[in-house]
Nanobody, 125 residues
C-alpha cells in the first residue's frame, strides 16, 4: 500500500513562492498518476494540478496556470508543486493524491484513491 506524506507548507506574503513535496512510499508509487488538490475553509476540495506517471503530461486548474508547476522525480518517489506569485486566495490545505488505476492526469478527486494528510499554505495580503 502506497502512503503519501506532504511537506513544505507555511505562511508567506502575497507574491512569495513555496514548493510543496509529496513523498510516496512503496515500490509501485512511480507508476501512479499524481495530483494536488486544495481545500479552503468553508469550501469544497478543488483540483490544482496533476501529472502522469512518466511526467509527460500535466494538467492545471485555470486559477493556477502560469504560476504553479507540478513535477516528479520517480527515482525519489516524490512529486513537487512549485507555487509562485502566491495570492491570498491560494490559502488552503493542500493534499497530495495518487491514482492507482487509470493513466490520465485527471482533474476529478474521486478518481484518486490514495491521499496524504495535507499541508497548510497561507498567503497573507
Amino acid at each position: 500500500q502506497v502512503q503519501l506524506v506532504e511537506s513544505g507548507g507555511g505562511l508567506v506574503q502575497t507574491g512569495d513562492s513555496l514548493r510543496l513535496s509529496c513523498a510516496a512510499s512503496g515500490r509501485s508509487a512511480s507508476s501512479y498518476t499524481m495530483g494536488w488538490f486544495r481545500q479552503a475553509p468553508g469550501k469544497e476540495r478543488e483540483f490544482v494540478a496533476a501529472i502522469t506517471a512518466s511526467g509527460a503530461r500535466t494538467a492545471y486548474a485555470d486559477s493556477v496556470k502560469g504560476r504553479f508547476t507540478i513535477s516528479r522525480d520517480n527515482a525519489k518517489n516524490t512529486v513537487y508543486l512549485q507555487m509562485n506569485s502566491l495570492k491570498p486566495e491560494d490559502t488552503a490545505v493542500y493534499y497530495c493524491a495518487a491514482r492507482s488505476r487509470g493513466v490520465v492526469a485527471s482533474t476529478r478527486s474521486y478518481e484518486y484513491d490514495l491521499w496524504g494528510q495535507g499541508t497548510q499554505v497561507a498567503a497573507s495580503s
